[in-house]
T-cell receptor, first 117, second 118 residues
């Protein structure tokens, strides 16, 4: 398997523009997570999905942020309008959760570095 | 809510020596999972080692081992025979058990920057 795929790897945009980040989880995984990494706040969970359904979006910072998972192989994180303070690295991760498993490891994508000017 | 604290922003060690990275956490749960992730300059998050709270035996993975002290809520990572490739940011992370209502996301510490001196 190719692992978790994220696109683009780098995104530079101007304040006020719409930004869409994309993620393809590992095939067969039933959980998908979006994290944000900044120097000030470290790594934070934004939202996660189970079987394409959003379970907890309490980490989404503002209404400008939205996430969707239209099918098991694709998710998007959208920021509209973007602001300079949204500049960060955004990670997508996926996992396969089974009650009998001890591990349920989260596999991370390479991240998208977003710069908002 | 759970919190994870890494009190060492930066650590330095000579190649081939042993180094220990500290992590403490706060939780009211009795069962949970703890992880150490490595993030090299490529920024890829790589799982180094995991520990289930109900297991008393400390986890080991080759040169990496943990010292899990449940009562003290401490979870340190020991790297033996340090290599240049070990240079990276190391993050300690906590996760609630699945039976708590779902596969919650990870709660991370702020990280420790590990420098390997040749």
């Amino acid at each position: 398997d190719a692992g978790v795929i994220q696109s683009p790897r780098h995104e530079v945009t101007e304040m006020g523009q719409e930004v869409t980040l994309r993620c393809k989880p590992i095939s067969g995984h039933d959980y998908l997570f979006w994290y944000r990494q900044t120097m000030m706040r470290g790594l934070e969970l934004l939202i996660y999905f189970n079987n394409n359904v959003p379970i907890d979006d309490s980490g989404m910072p503002e209404d400008r942020f939205s996430a969707k998972m239209p099918n098991a192989s694709f998710s998007t994180l959208k920021i509209q309008p973007s602001e300079p303070r949204d500049s960060a690295v955004y990670f997508c991760a996926s996992s396969l959760v089974r009650r009998t498993s001890d591990h349920n490891e989260q596999f991370f994508g390479p991240g998208t570095r977003l710069t908002v000017l | 809510a759970q919190t994870v604290t890494q009190s060492q922003p930066e650590m330095s060690v000579q190649e081939a020596e042993t180094v220990t990275l500290s992590c403490t956490y706060d939780t009211s749960e009795s069962d949970y999972y703890l992880f150490w992730y490595k993030q090299p300059p490529s920024r890829q998050m790589i799982l180094v080692i995991r520990q289930e709270a109900y297991k008393q035996q400390n986890a080991t993975e080759n040169r990496f081992s943990v010292n899990f002290q449940k009562a003290a809520k401490s979870f340190s990572l020991k790297i033996s025979d340090s290599q240049l490739g070990d240079a990276a940011m190391y993050f300690c992370a906590y996760r609630s058990p699945e039976w708590g209502g779902g596969a919650d996301g990870l709660t991370f510490g702020k990280g420790t920057h590990l420098i390997i001196q040749p």
